[in-house]
């Protein structure tokens, strides 16, 4: 089982639909980040979080450190949403501490 | 503000070779981690430097290494290139000691390509 797990893997939506995906993970963790990559691998930085709720625009994140999840949520999906949006981890303790391990990434693709 | 470069964007190498990868940080960004991204494995964190010291490393063979510069540029080494090497490597800097604890600025990646 990998430290950090994302779902869905894919995620087909039309647009203006509320899209959200999901993030746990199984290790202590000082704060999480979420990241979005398109076709041709640029990738971009969304959230960084280690508590709460934060918002960007369309996009809101969440975390929930006592039960180890995360979730990434859009309102009102556009078709240039559709990328890879990948959680990644930062360890907090042992011989990782400081080392991100990200998510498989989530494929998301939204129709107009 | 220039973005994070990398050189060169695409590199073609044989078995058994060795390369070299380059990163310039945003002006002012002193840490610099380097992350390596496959179909298979997806992104994986090779290793963080900070003022010119390694802070961190992930679970890599001793093939892989870095170095960073007194002007926070970094370069990221790899030797006896294996097939398996192919990958997309990223960098991404980030402001003074937060490293992958704080908001992380990527490049555009070098591929690499293994023959």
């Known amino acids: 089982k990998n430290e950090v797990e994302q779902s869905p893997q894919n995620l087909t939506a039309q647009e203006g639909e509320f899209i959200t995906i999901n993030c746990s993970y199984s290790?202590?963790?000082?704060?999480l980040h979420w990241l979005q990559q398109h076709p041709g691998g640029g990738i971009v930085s969304l959230f960084m979080?280690?508590?709460g709720k934060k918002k960007h625009g369309r996009l809101i994140a969440t975390i929930n450190i006592q039960e180890k999840h995360s979730s990434l949520h859009i309102t009102a999906s556009h078709p240039r949403d559709s990328a890879v949006y990948i959680c990644?981890?930062?360890?907090?303790?042992?011989?990782?501490?400081?080392?991100?391990?990200f998510g498989q990434g989530t494929i998301l693709t939204v129709h107009p | 503000k220039a973005g994070v470069t990398q050189t060169p964007r695409y590199l073609i190498k044989t078995r058994g070779q060795q390369v070299t990868l380059s990163c310039s940080p945003i002006?002012?960004?002193?840490?610099v981690s380097w992350y390596q991204q496959t179909p298979g494995q997806g992104l994986q964190f090779l290793f963080e430097?900070?003022?010119?010291?390694?802070?961190n490393k992930g679970n890599f063979p001793g093939r892989f290494s870095g170095r960073q510069f007194s002007n926070s540029r970094s370069e990221m080494n790899v030797s006896t290139l294996e097939l398996g090497d192919s990958a997309l490597y990223l960098c991404?800097?980030?402001?003074?000691?937060?490293?992958?604890?704080?908001?992380?600025?990527f490049g555009p990646g070098t591929r690499l390509t293994v023959l």
């Open positions: 991404a800097s980030s402001l003074a000691g937060g490293g992958p604890r704080a908001e992380q600025f």
């Open positions: 990644a981890a930062v360890n907090a303790g042992g011989t990782s501490y400081g080392k991100l391990t």
């Open positions: 002006s002012g960004h002193r840490s």
């Open positions: 290790v202590g963790i000082s704060a």
């Open positions: 979080l280690s508590s």
């Open positions: 430097y900070f003022s010119e010291t390694q802070r």
